[in-house]
């Protein structure tokens, strides 16, 4: 086993600088589709098109999405309650890949996009779910407060 390794468990340090900026790079491209998707949220086609799918309360809960979406990606790229946040988007997540990217009552060629878009979903719920369980490591106001 090489000697700047570190097991992967729930309470894993990083041991190098690199090692750290890893993480962080990865809680920016983890943050970066919510706070850039969270913005459209408050637009009257967004609004529309979740109304279309048959999102309930449409004019409110898709703002108030996006303003979760915007503040989750914002709190996980600063490593600020990142536990928390991850939590609520998954609780972000779950309704909006069944409800808005529903592939399966589609016809082609928006079965294929939508199918992408589900499974992109999914994937972010999965990271979402690690960063639940991890938290936000190195370099993080999470970090910096534990000391």
Not at 17 to 39: D, E, P
Not at 43 to 51: H, P, R
Not at 82 to 111: G, Q, R, S, Y
Request: glycine residues 8%; positive net charge; proline residues 3%.
């Amino acid at each position: 086993m090489a000697t700047d390794s570190i097991a992967i468990s729930k309470n894993a340090k990083a041991t190098s600088f690199g090692q750290g900026a890893v993480v962080v790079l990865g809680r920016l491209l983890f943050a970066l589709i919510f706070v850039m998707a969270g913005a459209n949220h408050f637009n009257k086609q967004t609004i529309g098109y979740a109304a279309s799918q048959g999102v309930p309360l449409a004019s409110i809960a898709v703002p108030l999405s996006g303003m979760l979406a915007i503040l989750g990606g914002l709190s996980i790229l600063l490593g600020y309650r990142a536990k928390l946040m991850a939590w609520l988007i998954v609780l972000f997540l779950i309704p909006v890949t069944l409800m808005m990217h529903k592939f399966w009552t589609v016809t082609d060629p928006m079965m294929q996009i939508q199918m992408v878009m589900f499974m992109k979903n999914v994937s972010m719920l999965g990271s979402a779910l690690l960063i639940s369980y991890f938290g936000a490591g190195p370099f993080s106001l999470d970090a910096r407060h534990s000391r």
